[in-house]
């Protein structure tokens, strides 16, 4: 079972201020349906089942929390506003990498803790829902950097170049996969293919290659105020599943949520 690590500030202040002491957390906790294999003042550990992937998120675990012990009742529903962004998927991307699904949320406040979060529930559906990327590959940018709409679509791997993530050097994709961590890890992902996916807006800059890296560009800090969320993937029930999860962990700290339309074009 996957494991993950939560603050335990982090979940008590999710919890609406709600005063519980670790013995308490460590009586109820187990009664969830997660083995609690750590915790302390400052983090605790968890084991989840692989049915409830809602729960690799410290948000989907307090939802699940606060439902279990009626501290919040009812089924929760979040409101997903229109918006004008589109994400056009090219007929390039259908034998690689074909399904696609994203989101807007505006108005979002990251602290530290919402940063950390993020990033683990990226990297933790990665390995377990995703199938170390294969299935499901999710990409979080900061839209203030960019210009919808944007375009899903399959690229020759020298033909384009940008400066992927936690780098300052551009590279094109096949420098990417031969010289960046991520690419090395990840390249196996790609064996075989004769064009990479890439996600670009509309002045062509390059917000992901996925299922290897994002983009430099669209890095998300505190400062950051508003997102865009796209998942690409080899089943599009996994890919909706994965950015349900995202958008709704990301709403619980605030945030609006908007919808992106996806539009195929044709050969």
């Known amino acids: 079972m996957p494991t993950v690590e939560f603050a335990t500030e982090d979940l008590l202040n999710l919890l609406g201020g709600k005063d519980l002491s670790l013995t308490e957390l460590e009586e ?97 559906l990665h390995t377990t829902h995703g199938r170390n990327r294969v299935k499901v590959a999710i990409g979080v940018h900061d ?28 590279m094109n994709l096949i420098e990417i996969l031969e010289k960046h961590p991520k690419g090395v890890d990840y390249a196996f992902t790609l064996e075989g293919a004769e064009k990479y996916p890439i996600i670009v807006d509309s002045q062509q800059n390059v917000l992901s290659f996925p299922p290897i890296i994002n983009g430099e560009l669209t890095r998300i800090t505190e400062e950051t105020k508003n997102l865009f969320i796209e998942v690409t993937g080899k089943s599009q029930l996994a890919v909706d599943q994965a950015l349900n999860i995202v958008v709704t962990s990301i709403a619980d700290r605030g945030g609006k949520i908007k919808s992106v339309e996806i539009k195929h074009k044709k050969q």
């Open 143 to 170: 839209s203030d950097k960019l210009t919808p709409p944007y375009t899903y679509k399959a690229v020759k791997p020298d033909s384009i170049s940008f400066i992927p993530l936690d780098t300052q050097d551009e």
């Open 28 to 124: 109820s906790i187990p009664m969830i349906g997660v083995s609690l294999e750590e915790i302390d003042e400052e983090k605790m550990v968890l084991e989840v089942f692989p049915n409830r992937p809602d729960m690799l998120s410290i948000e989907g675990f307090v939802r699940a929390f606060k439902g279990f012990f009626g501290l919040e009742k009812g089924f929760i529903d979040y409101e997903v506003l229109k918006s004008d962004i589109t994400l056009y998927v090219d007929p390039s991307v259908e034998k690689i990498r074909p399904f696609v699904c994203a989101a807007q949320i505006d108005g979002v406040k990251i602290n530290d803790f919402g940063l950390r979060s993020l990033m683990n529930v990226q990297e933790k």
